[in-house]
């Protein structure tokens, strides 16, 4: 009897992660059921952070209404910030609008399992729908200049039926992404520090909602741009620390150094499915 049967008393198969990481198996916690972080911490990410964001997010908007004289803001500016959003802002709004759980998870597994090949063509698959809303957008600016949404374009273009068809998509895809956006964080939040991943739920989006109802959309766009730059420069960084200081020139010429140094034995062992030589599926040419 396998050790999942041990477990749960039933013919089922093990779960993969449970077969490749063994010490894994049993457990429904990360880190070994102890948080690396404490719970002061998640409460200052979460609230302090959200606190502070909000509140910088919200002086910028109104250091943009005092210097480029919108001191009078209109619910149409409030709604399309003035129809005035220029290509940089719109490219950093895309870039950390599709920054999401989805996008940092499945990027995450697929370079796992597939090297530096899974996130370029997970990346490529999502960027064609970018490539074709921006076409579909720019002749939509040239046909509905005063439209304020997909769903009104629908609208005066196919009629009622599909107006409301195209908002109870548009509606149910926003709570989807929504509930994987909060639920994504508060299990982020919680599996570092141990803060309970309800309260994290509620707690995220407050930040979100304060500077979006002080500025409206214009303020999401600022928020957008902070959000690029902080993921830049986390980027920036990791590319630094991994590919020059951990893993330099240096050290990648010593593991290619010994990788050469194998012998057609060790390669068959090292190209084998059980370690042996075998089952080895290696090829030498020579």
């Known amino acids: 009897m396998s050790g999942c049967d041990i477990l749960t008393g039933t ?35 979460v609230v302090g952070f959200g606190a502070l964001f909000s509140v910088f997010t919200t002086a910028v908007v109104y250091m943009d209404k005092i210097f480029s004289g919108n001191a009078t803001v209109t619910s149409e500016h409030f709604n399309t910030a003035g129809r005035m959003v220029k290509t940089g802002l719109t490219a950093s709004v895309i ?62 273009r196919w009629g009622k039926s599909a107006h409301i068809t195209f ?14 956006l909060l639920l994504g964080g508060a299990a982020t939040v919680e599996a570092l520090t141990g803060v309970n991943y309800e309260l994290a739920s509620f707690l995220i989006p407050w930040g979100v909602i304060l500077y979006t109802s002080a500025g409206g959309l214009k303020a999401t766009f600022m928020a957008s741009y902070l959000h690029t730059m902080i993921i830049f420069a986390v ?42 030589v075998e089952s080895s599926f290696y090829y030498d040419d020579n």
């Open 235 to 276: 980027l920036i960084t990791m590319i630094t620390i991994v590919y020059i200081q951990v893993y330099s020139s240096d050290q990648i010429y010593d593991f290619l150094n010994q990788t050469v140094s194998y012998s057609s034995e060790e390669c068959q062992v090292l190209f084998s499915t059980d370690g042996t």
């Open 11 to 45: 013919e089922i198969p093990c779960p993969p992660s449970w077969a490749e990481n063994p010490e894994y198996q049993g457990m429904d916690s990360y880190f070994g059921g102890t948080p690396p972080l404490s719970k002061a911490i998640g409460y200052l990410v």
């Open 95 to 156: 870039v950390s609008q599709w920054t999401w759980a989805a996008t940092l998870l499945q990027s995450s597994n697929v370079a796992w399992n597939y090297g530096v090949s899974g996130p370029f063509w997970y990346a490529s698959g999502a960027t064609i729908q970018v490539l074709l809303f921006g076409v579909l957008a720019i002749s939509l600016k040239d046909i509905a200049p005063s439209a304020h949404t997909m769903c009104e374009i629908v609208r005066a």
């Open 167 to 180: 908002l109870i998509f548009a509606f149910l895809a926003n709570i989807i992404v929504t509930s994987m």
